[in-house]
């Protein structure tokens, strides 16, 4: 199964992704990543959503049948290899003074931020590509992770205006 990114940009109303959520679940496919957000238009948002599909009829099975809700405006796959991906990690770890040294190294070649520190804990801010997520995370993994949470993908397309974006 390949990753793919879909995006939708949609009214931006209550319910909406109630709908785009539920048609997916309907129709069987687990949703890897899922992220929303306001967009430059107030009555628009963008829905980022990452899944994995068998093939490329699947993958436009899918944006045929999102296009088909009343509150999508666009829905378009994003080509990852000219997108920009990024998300947001925060994390807390236990420290204390034998092991914040290190944290700080990693956290230092990550170039993640230290955005909170306790007498016995740490916490992480790092932004990047998911797969800069996924490394830090292993680094991180001989810690004890008190909490973590993590925003799922959001992206965009690299260059000037596209052709499948609505020019406002």
């Known amino acids: 199964m390949n990753r793919h990114v879909i995006s939708l940009l949609v009214d931006n109303h209550a319910g909406v992704l109630t709908r785009v959520s539920s048609l997916f679940g309907r129709r069987g496919y687990n949703i890897d990543s899922l992220t929303v957000s306001a967009t430059n238009n107030p009555a628009i948002s963008r829905i980022t959503i990452v899944v994995h599909v068998d093939d490329e009829t ?90 973590m949470c993590r925003t799922g993908i959001t992206a965009l397309e690299r260059g000037g205006a596209h052709g499948h974006v609505q020019q406002q």
């Open 58 to 147: 699947e993958l436009q099975q899918i944006i045929l049948q999102s296009a088909n809700l009343q509150e999508t405006q666009q829905v378009f796959a994003l080509d990852i290899s000219h997108s920009l991906l990024r998300e947001l990690l925060l994390i807390k770890v236990q420290a204390d003074v034998t092991n914040r040294t290190e944290l700080k190294e990693i956290c230092s070649i990550y170039k993640a931020k230290i955005i909170d520190l306790s007498p016995d804990s740490m916490v992480f801010e790092l932004t990047g590509e998911p797969e800069k997520i996924d490394a830090f995370l292993k680094m991180l993994a001989g810690y004890k992770i008190l909490e």
